[in-house]
């Protein structure tokens, strides 16, 4: 069993103009995992997809997916990576059946079984042209197509956009069938946590194109921690805490989320004297917002507008 | 990859369809009119008939409209194939696939070709079978008058591959995207300009080349400059650098021409012979009005007012001349393969009541075809009439555009049409020019030119109608008299043959090979005017004088005056030359020669080529500085500063359309302003700094699954 | 076999979720010993999760001692062995007492009525798992 990662990258970067979309990327994913890639929209994912795959390329830095130069992906490497775009877009004037009978062509290991298993669960006819076909079949199309060469390593950006609940279930049996075979990989972002939370093994965020969490569920929920501290009176300012993300100051209350909660930070905030420090936990979503939303002291957005008599 | 073809060409069929039925349809009206003007003329009219397309397949209309058909199809049809995938993003989901980008650009170029081929071949291979079958079109056919819409169907392929490169590119705006199509612009207008067909089919190959390379690059690097493979990059240059070569060239003619009206402002100098025998000096000065005097000095006057004559009046006076051009060996001035497959294999001789009769260079005879069967009659020769083509063989001279005929060199005659024979008005001897003492071989005392006075001279002077012209000329009664140039006379001969004057040809051929004939007021008198030639001006440096010779009736020579040549002096170039040059790449410059069909190296314009590398090494160093800001490998600022200082501004143009430029942000090391596509900083080595970390990152080694 | 289910979005996360739903499904008697287990991959497909989650989740209970894997023929519940001290027992309870007891007293709820309450409960569950 081949141990080296399915992807690889060390100081990927591109930029777009002055900006750089991604910064500074230093990803190792292994074998056999499903890893989700999470960030806001516009944080760089799919563009880091599309370096990875050839798509687009570095402005500076390096990777490999499948053991391969990702600027020079050689055929053989293709046929073994299944890639699904957020748009699911095929040609418009292909049939169902078309389009299986196009990718089946180029592809040494298609499994039609698969395609037409696939089709079917979704209800396509092989007759239908793709113009006349809804968001969510479109979706169950490009999966059948993309399942179908049996794919060791899958990209998935943004699979589950657009998608009706039942196909969006579809979509999830689908990678969860797939990792029957240790040997296959799940690369796939997302804004879905639920999905992520049901699916995915580890987790890595990109915070505006630069890449600030790469780990496993379990240690990212641990990680983040919510602490309450309830105070008799106003409570009091609160002093530097590293790994603080956000704070909501409510008339006798602290609530903060912080990263690495150790002794250290618990000392800091006992010295406060708060009448009461309790830790609560806090959802993957929960936990994935306030990583991600802007750090400090925060209201609710739109409180300021009401001050104003 | 047959997977691809087969998609290609099924996804673009509606746009070769509608191709199909256009060319189709345009084909067809022509057929149509061919048809509707052959019927009437059988009918006696000829008012349908197109004279210009008597063999529709080298009538400039249709020759113009394959031309347009295939460039604008080929450009809309190689851009969609590209567009289709661009639009709705599914570039990706063509390219990643087990397949190299070779593979799939050749599937695309393939399909797109067999569309191309089909929709542009079928329907012109349909008119070229109407046109082949005899009894269709009156008209003599070459296989060789087939190499212009040859050519024009494969200079479509490469508007092809130029709107398959706009479709490609990634660039910042449109019309950097469209430079492309300046290549196949080019390509198209080089191709009618070379001497030889097999010289155009090179030009077409090496554009498609360079457009290919340039696609096939762009196929690799997803229409980006960066992340081709090598060979790619200077290819795209290539296609570009055609385009921007016309647009700083319209933008130097739209500034210094049309805004600042730069002009050519030279002083022009000529003489002028009035009707009454009197000779003239003009001089226009720009932006004075004329001078004009005679040989003493004497201003002309206007006789009405008395004042200084004004060149539009004076120009009234002027006579206006008969001019031929005499040759005296096989030598035929060789038109450029175009103009040849248009204009020198056959030419339109005449009409008789129901037979078109045409002088076809090949059997160098004059060949009549049946107006109703639309097939060949005969041939009218040296010996007469023969039922097909080329008769016993014997071959008669017949200039285009000339009535007379001429057997063997020596005797000129008419072609009776109606009856099927010629008549003979005139023959040379050797006693011609043994009387006139010239020591001539006997195989030159040939008719170097015939000029029928009914087609009027090449240099009017003044707008008037075409019978008051003749009257100029000839005087009435005298409009079928025909001009003679034999290498010791020049005579004047009456419409049944009976010589009216001789007059000696001195000086002689080949110095002085340009002869004007014209009439003066004078009952009977007439004016020769014989002019030294362009070559022999350049060798002697313009001391040779041209003469005129003034005649009575008879022949007898009157006057002879020579005249300096003042419209020759060594070549000088206006301003408005110069600036245009600064507009043109140096290389294309030193090539102009070329184009006029002069001996090149010895010909080049060399202040004209200095403008241009003058314009060139200004450019050169903010090309350099270019490479230098932004740090572009020592090979790369070599080859763009080369490549400026061959191509000038154009150069420095293509430069700016096809190199991408990276970001440059300030090293913390050096506080300098570094390159962010380069690892190291190009001052001081250090690397980039990782993005600051915030505290609040989270990292694990992750473990493969179990 | 046992009808699991999960939330996505809770505080708890899916592995505890499944391991607590076991532990009460096995204390309240719906499950007892050698009952069969869905398999590690039947069970993620059926719940449309992770293989590993429910993987972690078995190996929880499997060190509880609550299940354990039999060779060729699945996970079963096991014999409960006594694999929590006296004191881990109490550490476990702890905060699940605290949690009844305040909700209680923020209801309104008296001692007395949760003490009644309580022995209510612990006898409908006597009497449940006497009935089998």
Redesign the interface.
Known sequence: MNESPVIQTRGLTRYFGAKAAVHDLNLEMPRGCVYAFLGRNGSGKTTTIRLLLGLLEPTRGEGTILGHDIRHLPPEARARIGYLTEEHQLYGWMTVRQCGEFQSKFYPRWNEKIFRGVTGHFNLKPATVVKNLSRGERAGLCLALTLAPEPELLVLDDPALGLDPVAHRSLMESMIYLTRRSDRTIFFSSHQLADVERVADYLAILDRSVLRVSCSLETFRSSVRQVRLQFPGTPPPLPAIPGLLQVFRTESELRLTCVHYNGATEQTLRALSPAQLDLEPLSLEDAFISYLGERGEKSFILSETEAQP | M??LIQ?EL??NLKLAVLGLIVISAILAIEIHSYSLGMKSLAAGRSEYVNWSALQPLVSPELLMLVAYFCAIFGALLGWFQIH?ERH??????L??????RTQIFLGKLVGGLVLYVLVTGMPLAGLVLWAVVPGHVAAPFEWQMLSPIALFLLSGVIYYLAGMLTGLRQARWYGSRALGLGLAVLVSVEIMDVPYAWQALGVVLIGGSILALAIWGGFH??G?Y??QPAPGKPALVAALTPGCAFLVFLAFAFVFLGLLHLRDESTDRHFQVTRDGAIYKVIRQPGQPAEIADLEGKPALDPNTGRPAKLEDFNKRACNWISVNPRFDNHRYRYRWYGAARNELFNYYGTTPDTLWYNWNRYGRLVGYDVKTRQVIGSLGPEGFASDLSGNGSRLRIESGRAQVIVDGRILCTPDLEHRDLKELFTVTNEDCAAASLATNPAECVIGAVAPVSMYGSYMASPGSYIEHLNLIVGSGRENDILVVTRCFIRLIAADGTVVWTVPYQPAYPDYNQVRVTRLEATNQFALWLEPSWLIQEKTGGKLASHVIQIDGQGQVLKNIELPDLSYHPRTYSAQDKIMCVSLPPVVTAIIPLFSEQPWLKNIPWVLVGCSLAAALVCLPFGWWLGCRYSLSLPARVGWSVFILFLGIPGLLALLCAEEW??REICPACQNLRV????KCEHCGAD?R??EK????????????? | MINLNINTGSNTPIYRQITDQVRLAVASGRLTVDDPLPSIRALAERLVINPNTVARAYADLAREGLIESRAGRGVFVTRKRKMFTREEGWRRLEPLMETVIGEAMVLDFTPQELREAFEKKLAQWKNAKGGD
């Open positions: 047959k997977a998609k099924r996804e289709n709705r993003d599914l570039w990706a989901f390219v990643h696939r087990p397949a190299t690097s997803n980006f960066r992340g990276p970001a962010v596509d380069r690892e980039f990782p993005p915030t505290g609040a990152e989270i990292f694990e080694p992750l473990a493969a699954a179990k």
